[in-house]
């Protein structure tokens, strides 16, 4: 009896150190993205480390050569943490984690791995985009650097044409960096989209892109995708300038009152003047000019309004379709009424009191814009060929707040609650 007991007390620990080193071996690397580097995903890491006691690695990767030498720089920094074995980077329970383009380096790293060598047994893509990236497309076409000019003209033309010196600091900066520069010529969408060599990788329809999805993977797969609440665009630079979602846009409302008031003003005078020309003629003269300004502080205002639709423009979420509606609609009585009297009753004035109201179908095209992280499409994001529970939405997250949702400031972290109901799943990615 003692030597049974013996036995099943050595059997016990046995498999208690087995669980305990698979827990252990479940290495998981955080991949950041062409905007980020090594402390991209540490609030994350940091939580899931303490939650879930893994291995992680969290390392800058150069992003500049493109997307498969990135994939390399992570294939190596695998074998260099962990070892090149199948206890070590080759271990198939391996979880890989990538942001944006840090997504589809684990992606390439899987096509370019064989059986036996690959560093993952599976991963998560977090707001990729797997399709391409559509921005890039436009900046290489010259949209962007089209539509950055149009902004900075007519977000500048209004304070430039008031003669006297504007109150409130924030006007003449927004003839300057504060509006123009932000919107589309800055450091955020370049940084985003890199060099030219990664740009071209990024594209949509690219030998690379292309390449990468043609692989058909076999490993177990989950998509993240962002879908931030408008406006997208001041939304996501008021992340990247003041680290949460809100001020920048906060300061747009400022401006785009002051652009109205200006105009509203400029409007009041040139009525004010008008009218006094009928007295004073030499007042017409001031008409004009008032009318001018008015109508360079409206351009501004309206670009501020439609700001929003021209950033959906670039980053390619507009799309036409078609709408059918009803419209009550005065149907008059047939005129004349039978055919045979058409030709000796045509010049006599149909009754425009015989009728009736009826509601008629219509069809019109409006313009839709489809879900963002207000820099990527939700079709870009959301990986296509695995099953619909393996796909994930992170609600109210533009591209960079994703990787830190505590700065929104509403008390609720959005992405680890994602994150948590993927580890804690019952299948491959269950890391308890």
């Known amino acids: 009896m003692k030597k049974i007991i013996q036995k099943i007390s050595l059997l016990l620990i046995f498999t208690f150190s087995a669980l305990n080193a698979n827990a252990q071996d479940r290495n998981v690397a955080w991949v950041h993205g062409l905007d980020g580097d090594a402390s991209s995903w540490q ?17 800058t990767y150069n992003t500049d050569n493109g997307i498969t030498n990135a994939a390399n720089q992570v294939i190596n920094s695998m074998n260099m943490r962990y070892g090149n074995s199948a206890s ?56 962007v650097e089209r539509a950055a000019q149009n902004a900075c003209n007519k ?9 006297f010196s504007l109150p409130w600091g924030i006007v003449s900066n927004l003839a300057t960096n504060v509006l123009c520069d932000q919107f589309i010529d800055n450091d955020l969408v370049q940084g985003l989209q890199g060099t030219p060599v990664t740009n071209n990788d990024l594209k949509v329809g690219s030998p690379t892109i292309d390449a990468i999805n043609d692989y058909d993977s076999n ?28 001020k920048f846009v906060n300061m747009v409302n ?47 205002r309206n670009w501020i309004d439609d700001s929003e639709n ?31 009297v058409e030709l000796r009753s045509v010049k006599r004035t149909p009754d425009i009191d015989c009728g009736e109201w009826k509601w008629v179908q219509r069809t019109r095209n409006i313009s839709v814009n489809y879900p963002s992280d207000g820099l990527l499409p939700q079709y870009t994001q959301e990986l296509q060929g695995i099953p619909a529970g393996n ?8 591209h960079l707040e994703v990787r830190n949702m505590t700065t929104d400031g509403n008390g609720v972290d959005e992405t680890a609650v994602e994150f948590r109901r993927i580890f804690n ?4 990615f269950n890391t308890n």
């Not at 940091?46 to 690695?57: A, G, S, Y």
């Not at 979880?95 to 992606?107: C, D, K, N, P, V």
């Not at 977000?155 to 003669?163: F, M, N, R, T, Y």
């Open 88 to 143: 070590g980077a080759n271990n198939p329970q391996n979880l890989g984690i990538g942001h944006s383009m840090g997504g589809l380096m684990l992606r390439d790293a899987d096509r370019s791995t064989g059986s036996g060598t690959k560093k993952f047994g599976g991963y998560i893509t977090v707001t990729s985009p797997n399709y391409g990236a559509p921005i890039s497309n436009s900046l290489i076409d010259g949209s």
């Open 254 to 300: 400022t401006a785009r009152g002051l652009y109205n008031g200006f105009y509203v003003y400029n409007t009041s005078l040139a009525v004010v003047t008008g009218v006094a020309g009928f007295w004073n003629p030499f007042a017409w003269g001031f008409t004009a000019t008032y009318i001018y300004r008015a109508t360079q502080w409206k351009k501004g």
């Open 391 to 398: 796909r994930y939405k992170v609600s109210g997250a533009n």
């Open 219 to 246: 490993l177990p797969r989950i998509s993240i995708w962002g879908e931030e609440n408008s406006p997208v665009h001041w939304r996501m630079i008021s992340s990247n300038l003041y680290g949460n979602d809100t």
């Open 155 to 163: 977000i500048a033309d209004g304070p430039l044409s008031q003669v």
């Open 43 to 59: 609030h994350y890491e940091r939580i899931f480390n303490d939650e879930r006691k893994l291995n992680n690695l969290r390392t």
């Open 425 to 428: 799943r019952t299948d491959w």
């Open 310 to 340: 021209i950033w959906s423009s670039l980053i390619k979420t507009t799309r036409t379709e078609p709408q059918t509606y009803w419209v009550n609609t005065w149907i008059p009585c047939a005129y004349p009424p039978r055919i045979e």
